[in-house]
């Protein structure tokens, strides 16, 4: 699948997501939705570094509580999908949902 499509399909399948953008293992942008662009990969970043000072490995998935929004962060298969969701969207279902995006991806690849 091409990482349009997943996007795509990832807004039919979850209306409680407001943007997405997907990216490769360095961190280029292979596609988006509403506008969150490269600075987008800055919180997978700013997670490693947490983690490196922890003494763990890389994150795989993280999610940050706003106000006014939920920010989910995925990693699968060497791509990554940072997504801005509504504030009362359930957690396991977006991680569910980027997950299965970035496997499609990935299987085309």
Do not use: K, N, W
Not at 10 to 31: K, M, Q
Not at 42 to 63: F, H, K, S
């Amino acid at each position: 699948m091409t990482p349009d499509a997943a996007l795509a399909e990832l807004l039919d399948v979850s209306d409680r997501l407001r943007s997405i953008a997907l990216f490769d293992a360095e961190g280029a942008v292979l596609a988006e939705i509403g506008g969150l662009g490269a600075d987008a990969h800055a919180i997978l970043t700013a997670a490693d570094d947490a983690a490196r000072l922890l003494g763990r490995p890389p994150v795989t998935q993280c999610e940050v509580g706003l106000p006014e929004a939920l920010v989910f962060a995925v990693r699968e298969q060497g791509l990554a999908a940072v997504a801005v969701a509504d504030p009362d969207a359930t957690a396991g279902l977006i991680f569910y949902d980027l997950r299965q995006a970035l496997r499609a991806v990935a299987g085309a690849a």
